[in-house]
């Protein structure tokens, strides 16, 4: 985990009537708990952006809000750090979190820390791509201690080109399909491999893989 400033959650309490979850952040190694769809669909896709270095959910309360108003995730892409905080409707007549927010954008701007309020709006991915993702973080969470770096060299020298995930077993016979196909997953969360069609059809044995 590269420069991480915030490590874990400034407030854990749950907010009113939102749905808890717990999941394994495979970035941050550890476990991370959730409120809400909207946070965790927006960790899923933090956990598949392979520019995101790191993360950390409801890193801050802002000093003095009135209801307390809490940091949803500071996030860190490509050493880029910023604070991201779902807008609120009563959020929605301003352009920017530095005018909805001046004293602690000020705060942020002086810690050089960019203010951005994400929304329904910024949630593009087609609700397959969140799907199919969640199933590759569940995989590597239950088997990323199996996956050698001997076995991920080992697939990544074979897709030189677009295959088929079904086409590994074939090809490496030698190695046991569920950990090969969760090192492909891994070579997919880490940006050495993709996968162009997420977001069209379910992940599986005919998922294309190829070099990122």
Known sequence: ?????????????????????DVFGLKVDREV???????LRVWVELEADPLVRSYCERP?????????????????????QQLWLF?????????????ALPAFAAWAKTNK????FIGDAENRKPQLYVDNW????????????????VLKARVLEIITSARPLSSLSGMLPDEDPVLLRSAAYQ?????KLRCSNLDQFPIGPSSVMEPA
């Open 187 to 191: 070579l997919l969360h880490n940006g």
């Open 134 to 149: 969640g199933r590759i973080l569940r995989d590597l969470a239950a088997n990323r201690r199996y996956i050698s770096t």
């Open 60 to 80: 801050l309360i802002i000093p003095d809000s009135r209801p307390k108003r809490v940091v949803d995730f500071w996030v860190d892409i490509q050493g880029k």
């Open 87 to 99: 807008e609120r409707p009563r959020e929605v007549e301003f352009t920017s979190p530095e005018q």
């Open 33 to 39: 708990t959730l409120f809400g769809s909207s946070a």
């Open 113 to 116: 820390l960019e203010l951005r």
């Open 1 to 21: 985990m590269a420069n991480a400033r915030f490590l874990t959650p400034a407030d854990s309490s749950r907010p009113f009537k939102s749905h808890r979850y």
